[in-house]
């Protein structure tokens, strides 16, 4: 062997260690799960429209036999053999005669203009107070806060002799304050409110604060435009309680020209005895401007019980 064919030695290769990675915990299996939910279960989405469709026709079943015999003649209207389709056809009688019997434009006015007076007053102590537990501290506010929530509790029932002696003490009966100052204090919709406020950022308060705004400042240009659809809520379920609201009203006043429409429309009926077409013509009536009502802001109407607690959430 010569010198050339001895072999050559060769330099180890250096063996990279990789690092240690730590060990992960092991997951346990996913289980795919099937959940029956209306949204994935065809089934169940045409059962459920089902059930509510039959809901809703057993709820217009009486609002359509109240149009039905606000159509009919006296007549027509006691006779069981022909509720559907009268005898003697559809008339307006009904309605001409409460008409006439009646002062129902200026109950209506009455009404109108009672109801938006509750409604504006209503909305503006009750924001007030809301944001005044919301975003202030004072001595005694969990205390009041406490007897705000506990008289959502106390029936109106209960308050009609209370409210009478002050209105007596005050010499305001038989006057529009005096059936419209008891229907401002509305408990829950303080809850409500005072509750939307908590929901709002701090931080847009807190940017107000800086630039020099006050208490006042901050309600009425920071948080009340923020409050739109909130309020605009609150405001059509106080319109619709003041709107339809029969006792106090009729309490608190016996001067024919303020009677809103509830009373008005009692006390023709009272006066020429139960009659059943001219009673289902004033109820249509009387319940005309809240359908108007509701069909101009049923989003915000159905917003509210979604998102307001109104709907036991």
């Known amino acids: 062997m010569t010198a050339t064919d001895a072999p050559v030695k060769t330099a180890p290769t250096p063996q990279v260690r990789r690092p240690i990675r730590p060990l992960r915990p092991s997951r346990p299996p996913v289980r795919s799960r099937t959940n029956l939910t209306l949204g994935e279960s065809r089934t ?20 359509a036999w109240a149009v ?31 008409w006439e019997r009646g002062d129902l434009p200026l ?34 506010r969990r205390g009041l806060f406490v007897l705000t929530v506990a008289a959502v509790l106390v029936p109106p029932q209960i308050l009609i002799v209370p409210w009478f002696q002050q209105m007596l003490t005050l010499h305001l009966l038989d006057t529009y304050a005096a059936v419209i ?23 847009l308060e807190e ?9 006042w400042r901050i309600f009425w240009s920071v948080l009340l435009p923020l409050s739109r659809p909130m309020l605009a809520a609150v405001a059509i379920f106080v319109f619709i309680g003041a709107w ?10 016996s001067d024919p020209s303020l009677m809103t429409l509830p009373v008005g429309i009692t006390s023709v009926k009272d006066a020429y005895g139960v009659q059943y077409a001219q009673s289902m013509a004033s109820a249509v009536l009387a319940a005309l401007p809240l359908v108007v009502v ?14 307001t607690g109104l709907g036991g959430q």
Request: glycine fraction near 4%; charge should be positive; avoid cysteine.
């Open 44 to 63: 169940a989405r045409v059962l459920a429209l089902a059930v509510l469709a039959v809901a809703a026709l057993l709820w217009l079943l009486p609002m």
């Open 68 to 98: 039905l015999t606000a159509f009919k003649s006296e007549q027509d209207a006691s006779d069981p053999l022909h509720w559907v389709w009268p005898k003697h056809g559809f008339t307006l009688d009904g309605f001409s005669a409460v």
């Open 107 to 140: 109950w209506m006015l009455n009404s109108l203009f009672i109801s938006a007076a509750v409604t504006v007053l209503t909305v503006l102590v009750s924001a007030m107070a809301g944001y005044a537990f919301s975003r202030t501290l004072f001595a005694g």
């Open 181 to 203: 100052l008891p229907q401002t204090v509305a408990p829950v919709m303080v809850f409500i409110l005072k509750k939307h406020f908590d929901s709002l950022p701090k931080e």
């Open 207 to 215: 940017a107000a604060r800086i630039d020099g705004a006050g208490h």
């Open 244 to 253: 339809n609201n029969f006792l106090w009203p009729f309490v608190s006043t």
């Open 294 to 307: 509701f069909v101009f802001f049923q989003r915000h109407i159905v917003k509210s019980v979604a998102t």
